[in-house]
């Protein structure tokens, strides 16, 4: 099945997500349509933190991705369910301007706060478009991809070296370079091709036609 959109948004709760979940995906379409990628806090009010929002910038333009395509939300880390309704008018907005015909959130298998609380109020503020839902191994529980993408060894090598900017989480299991690597090889061993994306399928909207 081949699949396409014109406009695809990227949503992630924090600095890391969409490249956790999406980097070789991002680097295999950014010459091929139009990518938005959003995340939605900074992390910056973490003085732990404080490198993150230019890893992240760097991260992306390693995936073909320019600064201009990516953007941040003003929402604080670890409170979103306390701001679900400033995070729906948000991506109501981003509806009128961005106007996506595919769009790529964290799991609904994914167990924190934020990420479940994004996830919750993209469905409804995109209804009637096609989302799909990213696996960010250090906080899912239970994820099978239900929706895999083929991807190349260069999209692989580009998310490892993209993940490789955050000198901030160097040391954190889930940027280590073969558990990056093998996700994508089970992912692909699913779909029997060499490598793969894996997604859940939140909703997909549709026509049978030739």
């Known amino acids: 099945m081949n699949f396409f959109g014109k406009r695809v948004l990227f949503l992630g709760a924090h600095p890391d997500d969409i490249e956790i979940g999406c980097g070789a995906l991002i680097h295999h379409i950014v010459k091929q349509t139009e990518i938005l990628c959003v995340t939605l806090s900074d992390n910056q009010?973490?003085?732990?933190?404080?490198?993150?929002?230019?890893?992240?910038?760097?991260?992306?333009?390693?995936?073909?991705?320019?600064?201009?395509?990516?953007?941040?939300?003003?929402?604080?880390?670890?409170?979103?369910?306390?701001?679900?309704?400033?995070?729906?008018?948000?991506f109501l907005d981003l509806r009128k301007t961005f106007q996506p015909d595919l769009i790529f959130v964290h799991s609904k298998q994914d167990v924190h706060q934020d990420h479940l609380t994004m996830t919750d109020e993209a469905l409804r503020a995109y209804r009637g478009i096609t989302v799909l839902g990213?696996?960010?191994?250090?906080?899912?529980?239970?994820?099978?991809?239900?929706?895999?993408?083929?991807?190349?060894?260069?999209?692989?090598?580009?998310?490892?070296?993209?993940?490789?900017?955050?000198?901030?989480?160097?040391?954190?299991?889930?940027?280590?370079?073969?558990?990056?690597?093998?996700?994508?090889?089970?992912?692909?061993?699913?779909?029997?091709?060499?490598?793969?994306?894996?997604?859940?399928?939140?909703?997909?909207?549709?026509?049978?036609?030739?």
């Open 45 to 90: 009010k973490n003085p732990d933190l404080k490198n993150v929002k230019d890893e992240h910038l760097r991260s992306m333009k390693v995936l073909g991705v320019p600064d201009e395509k990516v953007v941040f939300g003003p929402f604080t880390t670890r409170v979103f369910p306390d701001a679900r309704q400033e995070i729906l008018e948000y």
């Open 134 to 210: 990213f696996d960010v191994v250090r906080s899912s529980y239970g994820f099978f991809p239900h929706f895999l993408v083929e991807v190349t060894e260069e999209d692989v090598r580009k998310k490892i070296e993209a993940l490789a900017e955050y000198e901030t989480y160097r040391d954190r299991y889930y940027f280590n370079s073969e558990l990056t690597r093998s996700i994508m090889v089970r992912h692909g061993a699913v779909a029997e091709i060499p490598f793969a994306e894996g997604f859940d399928i939140l909703r997909i909207v549709g026509k049978f036609e030739k």
